[in-house]
């Protein structure tokens, strides 16, 4: 009786870890690369969604219930196997970044949205009167106050889009499910290859949560 | 304090799964009919559960419009079960690359039929039994690509299967030609049929006979065949009054004639 976890399963996977540290690496550069897109496009969408301008709201309003509302596997194999055919082909790596990045943006921009709601309207209107731009009192009264209410949930957010990488494995994008999957699929060993890349992905999430709670305490959010 | 715990249980957990499940007791007693075991577990159950493809035109496909599973490998299946039950009464359950190895790990099914190739290194993990159909590994690639044999691929894409051996079968044969190609895995077919169509591999390899299902007016299977593959029936280790019992079937449907009639049923020769 050989076990799904037995001993020499596990030798083999140390053997190959190179394999592993191969999908760790892409996984981590998707990852930092797709969180960058993704701030810029919550910042921007979220302020947008709080600015008295019609049209501005409207559109992020259309971008966050867009994205939100359809599956991320969608809109990754949109990306993979739809635009090519409209001759617009983009390296596996770029849909990864984009796809994850364009899908938590629309996280990003809500969160960003109910923390600027939160400022009281009468910092805005008293910046307004010193003489500020509207990005001007955004970025040096309004962004600043929200940014400690935000930050707990932008934490989680970026957890979420480490997990959300693994929608790669589905595009044959070389990450670390795609390793394991490919890994464990030859041998069939796939008891120890998920059970590793597991726990490297909690290696990677544990402390952006611990940060979460931390910062909750700081803020006092969850009290 | 309270971090220290949760690190300590979750290193617990890990070790449980490293250790846990190695050990569990087999049987081999003899059952009521003079039986071993497994087979009698099966006879009582009164139907023979199998892991088949539903996605393999001629071998295990679901018709969507009669939602019936039909194919060469569900006619093996059901032989199997009249060895056992002295009926064709057979539960099947449709698996993937990715999901009949722990499907047979956990007995959620007795075997797998699903275009399973043997490897020695697959035999350590399940019991696999002479081969029933061999068959080898060959590329599809667009008509309008130009592309003629293996060395056109030279620094090209090639689109295969999870847990297909097609990808070993390829690299070796494109070494020796020295033709540079990477590989791209998918985990069902028709994800690599996409791939193909939008251009985003350029040959799609698996098995000829599995290949030639995704055959249409676009594409065309190149007359390169790679190093033959060995379908085998996968049960649990352990289950192996079951294994002989499998094997011995299959000798005798090919000393019958049965099996290469089965195989020309389904129009794989």
Redesign the interface.
Known sequence: ??????????EALFRDWTVFAEGLKTTIMVAVLSLALALILGIVFGVLGTSQWKLAKLVSRIYVEFIQNTPLVIQVYFL???L??MDV?IP?FAVGVLGVGVYHGAYIAEVVRAGIDSIHKGQMEAALSQGFSFWGAMRHVILPQASRIVLPPLTNQAVNLIKNTSVLA???GGDLM?RA??WS???????PAY?AIG?LY?LLCLPLATLTRRLEGKTGVSS | MKKFGIILTSLLLVAGLVTGCGSTPTTSDKGTDGLPADVQAIKDRGVLKVGVKVDVPNFGYKDPKTEEITGFEIDLAKAISKEILGTEKIETTAVTAKTRGPLVDSGDVDLVIATFTVTEERKKSYNFSDAYFTDGVKLMVKKDSGIQGLKDLNGKKIGVAQSATSKKAIQEAADKIEAKVTFMEFSTYPEIKAALDSGRVDCFSVDGSILSGYLDDTTVILADSFSPQDYGIASKKGNDGLAKLVNDTIAKQKTSGELDKMIQKWGLK
């Open positions: 009786m050989v076990g799904p976890f037995a001993w020499f399963k596990w993979y196997h739809g090519p055919h082909m596996v589905m595009v044959a795609y999957d490919s699929s030859d041998n069939l060993y796939y008891g059970v726990l909690l």
